[in-house]
């Protein structure tokens, strides 16, 4: 696992100079009744009992970090080094020599701004329908009267996936966000119990709406003859409010909400707001998730740049989401980049709105819920499915499209769904007529992006070189004229998916299966 500390060296050195200017420097003349400024941190120790006597001999506020009712036996142990504490400065240099004294304590081992960040704003004008009662021409169909202009289901294949799955009961979708409009008539059947993070109690009434629209592109229910329809829309919602009025979410309560939704037994777990850089809490966080077969997704951001540091979605364990369009287009304000796992429809996404309205909106905050979505399908249809199994379907059964920055690969609900198409049909296509696979020339994952095929060629000749993705497009040609023995070299750049390569030569055809991994 990555950790993400920061360099007691560094700190010690600059906190060495700036003693020699305030003599007898100590935690408590830092930190005045009257400041300022208060800021939170997130500070791992290594010497439990050291904290509570640190706390009341400079008269400071700490608390552990874990907060929520009831956490398991596991997560307590696991968090059990992780505190809260607030402090106050009246100037940035004042906190920065806080911070500098905290890492110099030989029982913190690290210390980390408990950051706060708003929601994205949405990059386009909303569409916003109130009391529709309109009714739905297509015959063969969901009944939602919007279903008709719901776009993103017929480009994702999600309305042929339905044959298979509308989701269930059983899987649940846990949404960190701003709550929930809990009698909106297209929600309200499915939402089950939640927590406010904010107010720490269990009323996740929505007060700024964005979790609301979230939690309809997840499971607007599915055939009532109202509104739209969810991706998922006969699975349970269960509403996580981190998000204030205004937008805003801590890190800290983030990781409380996602342990939260782990202990609680959501199977899926959704993300729209992103952070400034990694810390070792939340991390910790994301992979007991997945250690316990919980999927996470996350939107990129809509910076329209390539994807920075931004958390939760560039953990490992986290599938970044970016936004693309109804012409299969990467969204203009959508980030992109090694740092995005896949696309989803962002744009112009008809949702719930709060007081029983509906509308639309773009943005990856949306693209990411379209994941969730699938990926609840995919755990009603294979219940045993562990976390990796359900990235794998959904990567697997990608389409891969062309964007302005290249080949990205988009979701396709249906073939995540059918397992089949991800295997023998394909494969057997390409292995037709193919020599027996060399182990030399077989390559099964691609971490950068140079890959070598080695093949034993006894006489000079030509050479043909085929990738394929799993709609049997393809993606990457090369040719040219080849040595005895001599290997080629090729700068694919693939995005993450699983693909098939046919190495031709004047003689032989070869065939294999690759992986490639970002």
């Known amino acids: 696992m990555r950790r993400y500390l920061i360099p007691r060296i560094c700190r010690v050195t600059v906190l060495w100079a700036t003693i020699s200017l305030i003599p007898s420097l100590s935690l408590a003349t830092l930190l005045p009744e009257t400041g300022i400024v208060s800021q939170k941190y997130i500070i791992q120790v290594n010497d439990r009992n050291q904290v509570q006597s640190f706390a009341e001999k400079n008269n400071i506020e700490i608390s552990p970090l874990i907060s929520y009712p009831d956490p398991s036996e596991e997560v307590t142990e696991i968090f059990a080094d992780y505190y809260l504490i607030s402090v106050s400065a009246e100037t940035q240099e004042n906190e920065d020599n806080i911070v500098n004294l905290l890492l110099c304590k030989s029982w913190i081992k690290s210390v980390q701004r408990n950051e706060t960040v708003s929601l994205p ?170 250690r316990k077969g919980v999927f ?135 292995y037709k007529d193919s020599e027996e696979i060399d182990e030399m020339v077989c390559i099964s994952q691609i971490h950068g992006k140079t890959v070598k095929f080695s093949v034993s060629n006894t006489q000079s000749g030509n050479y043909y070189i085929y990738v394929y993705d799993l709609s049997g497009k393809v993606v990457y040609r090369n040719y040219g004229s080849i040595s005895p023995n001599a290997d080629v070299i090729l700068d694919l750049n693939l995005v993450s998916g699983v693909y098939f390569w046919q190495y031709r030569t004047d003689s032989s055809i070869y065939s294999g299966k690759l992986v490639a991994i970002r």
């Open 296 to 430: 996470i997704t996350a939107s990129a951001g809509n910076k329209a740049e390539i994807a920075p540091a931004h958390y939760p979605s560039s953990y490992e364990h986290v599938m970044a989401v970016g936004a693309s369009d109804s012409v299969d287009a990467r969204v203009d304000f959508s980030n992109y980049g090694d740092n995005v796992d896949i696309y989803a429809p962002g744009k112009s996404v008809w949702m719930t709105l709060m007081d029983g309205g509906y509308g639309t909106g773009s943005g990856t905050s949306y693209a990411a819920p379209q994941i969730a979505g699938l990926a609840a399908l995919i755990q009603s249809t294979y219940t045993d499915y562990s976390a990796q199994e359900v990235w794998d379907a959904i990567v697997y059964g990608a389409d891969t499209i062309i964007t302005d920055v290249g080949l990205v690969i988009r979701m396709n609900a249906k073939k995540s769904l059918d397992n089949e198409l991800n295997t023998s049909a394909v494969v057997s296509e390409f």
């Open 121 to 290: 704003e949405d990059p386009y004008n909303s569409q916003t329908i109130r009391n529709f009662d309109g009714q739905n021409p297509l015959s063969d169909s969901p009944d939602d009267p919007l279903f008709p202009y719901q776009w993103d289901k017929m480009i994702t294949k999600t309305s042929l996936a339905w044959s298979k799955t509308t989701g269930s009961s059983e899987v649940t979708i846990a949404i960190l966000d701003s709550g929930v409009d809990t009698d909106h008539e297209d929600l309200a059947p499915n939402v089950v119990s939640g927590y406010d993070f904010l107010d720490r109690d269990t009323i996740i009434e929505d007060d700024n709406g964005h979790g609301t629209k979230i939690a309809g592109v997840i499971a607007g229910k599915i055939n009532n003859a109202l509104g739209i329809a969810g991706i998922a829309g006969n699975s349970k919602i269960m509403a996580l409010k981190v998000v204030n009025s205004f937008g805003n979410v801590k890190r800290s309560d983030a990781i409380n909400a996602i342990l939260y939704a782990v202990d609680n037994g959501a199977d899926v777990i959704t993300m729209s707001f992103g952070f400034n850089g990694p810390i070792e809490a939340e991390e910790e966080a994301i992979e007991y998730a997945w």
